[in-house]
């Protein structure tokens, strides 16, 4: 059985459980999807979402929880890990922008610049093309990091906003600048949850 982990600290953690729920009923998969928020949850977990929210404080709660390092490690040793928006910022291994308390799990080979997109009121939605879909997907940018540079060749794009990348992929570690889980489409999900199969 896939158990399936979003970490509850702070974000959009309800439709990421929703959407993760919809995701394996639709790949026919029996699972369950909790809300992480200490290190004894992480027994037995199958994949992991970063969700969006404020990165400060998602990094200060995960460091203040003792997840950072339980999950730097699980990502490491090739656990599957998905994060969008300030979850990408909570994975990438350079963050433009970042406070000097700040703490990243440095997990995927990538340069992100923090807010690129400016304020809430900045917020935008665009057809997104998916390297795995041949339909766009819905993209819902909201304050969103801006992915820059990709920093080896173990990462590749998965998903473009007209010919810039949004979204990327390093082995068993999924970053997206959009949110996938505001829309009712699940096909990232699924993308994504395959890996833990």
Request: net charge neutral; proline share 5%.
């Amino acid at each position: 059985m896939v158990k399936v982990g979003v970490i509850g600290l702070q974000g959009d953690v309800s439709e990421h459980i929703e959407a993760s729920k919809r995701a394996l009923e639709n790949l026919g998969v029996s699972g369950e999807v909790i809300w992480l928020r200490k290190q004894g949850q992480l027994e037995g977990i199958s994949a992991i979402i970063i969700p969006g929210g404020e990165s400060t404080t998602i990094s200060r709660l995960m460091v203040k929880n003792g997840l950072l390092e339980p999950v730097r490690k699980l990502g490491e040793e090739g656990l599957p890990i998905m994060g969008t928006c300030a979850g990408l910022i909570m994975l990438s291994k350079e963050v433009i922008g970042a406070t000097p308390e700040q703490r990243f799990l440095k997990l995927l080979d990538v340069r992100v610049n923090r807010n690129a997109y400016g304020r809430q009121v900045d917020s935008f939605e665009a057809p997104i093309k998916l390297a795995f879909s041949d339909e766009p997907f819905p993209g819902v940018f909201i304050r969103a990091p801006r992915i820059v540079k990709l920093l080896n060749d173990k990462v590749r794009p998965i998903a473009w906003l007209g010919d810039r990348v949004v979204g990327v992929e390093g082995d068993n570690i999924i970053g997206l600048e959009f949110h996938p889980e505001l829309t009712s489409d699940t096909r990232v999900h699924e993308y994504f949850l395959k890996k833990a199969l």
